[in-house]
């Protein structure tokens, strides 16, 4: 006896496909409606004194540029996250400074500088 495989229904769907319309139906269509053309890639001719931009030219090092991106998205990241913790030490600090003045007011804190040593021959008052 062999075990049979069950199978569970996906609920992933398949996406709705679209049917182009062929080159040639689009330029009779274009050429007896007298239509513009719409559609296409954008042009991306500079002017000679610009030169060419680094996004359109071959030979730019496309690796530089990440980085440089990335670095400047790790600096942002690194700020917050110190604004965060300059927001959570203040915060906490203030915490501190209310339950040390709350410890004070009800007398649970002593400071050393204020204690006054005792000293004695170790009797009691009244023995002699």
């Not at 049917?19 to 001719?45: C, F, L, M, Q, T």
């Not at 670095?71 to 913790?85: G, I």
């Not at 209310?98 to 021959?121: A, L």
């Amino acid at each position: 006896m062999y075990k049979k495989n069950k199978y569970q229904k996906s609920s992933i769907k398949s996406v709705e496909k679209l049917e182009g319309e062929p080159i040639e139906v689009k330029i009779e269509r274009i050429v007896n409606n007298g239509e513009p053309i719409k559609d296409g890639a954008p042009e991306i001719y500079t002017e000679r004194k610009e030169g060419v931009i680094a996004a359109y030219n071959i030979k730019t090092d496309r690796f530089e540029i990440a980085c440089e991106a990335m670095d400047k998205v790790e600096k942002s990241v690194t700020a917050k996250r110190e604004e965060r913790y300059k927001e959570e030490s203040n915060s906490n600090s203030d915490k501190k400074e209310k339950e040390k003045s709350k410890e004070i007011e009800k007398g649970k804190v002593i400071k050393i500088d204020e204690v006054k040593p005792v000293q004695g021959n170790g009797t009691k008052e009244g023995e002699i």
